[in-house]
């Protein structure tokens, strides 16, 4: 699948650019749309939905709520998204409990006091297909 990205929000283009430019990518064969916004709340994208979801020729809609997390998968789904991608929570949840490990490391010259916050090696290896 070919899913074109739309950077007009992040760039205060407005949500004319970002129509006039997920039209565009349609009639060029795009399977779907992905729309960003860097708003605090989703009113921007539900706009575009309200405009984007009548297109004859609509495909898949994909967004990425990561200023606007406040809203459910639900409201972004009543609103015609297919597809929510969460594509930062994981990396920023896990860099404090990295940076916490190595503060720890470095002051006690090990690595036992992390033993509680950590996976097994055990749990880790099942993680792994093929290796149990």
């Keep these: 699948m070919i899913i074109a990205r739309i ?4 760039l205060d283009k407005g949500v004319d650019d970002t129509f006039e430019r997920a039209q565009a990518y349609l009639d060029a064969g795009a399977d779907g749309i992905m729309i960003h916004s860097r708003q605090q709340t989703p009113d921007e994208i539900f706009q575009f939905c309200q405009r984007y979801n ?5 495909k898949t809609l994909v967004a990425v709520p990561s200023s606007y997390n ?7 789904q009543e609103q ?3 597809i ?3 594509a930062n929570p994981l990396l ?6 990295m940076m916490a490990t190595a503060q720890s490391i470095l002051t006690h010259q ?5 033993d509680e916050r ?4 055990k749990d880790i290896l099942e993680l792994i297909p093929g290796t149990k």
């Design 92 to 97: 920023r949840s896990a860099y404090p409990a």
């Design 54 to 58: 009548p297109l004859p020729n609509r």
């Design 7 to 10: 950077e007009s929000l992040i």
């Design 84 to 86: 929510v991608i969460y």
């Design 110 to 114: 090990r690595s036992a006091e992390c």
């Design 80 to 82: 015609g998204i297919s």
């Design 70 to 76: 406040q809203v459910t998968e639900q409201a972004l």
């Design 118 to 121: 950590m996976l097994s090696i």
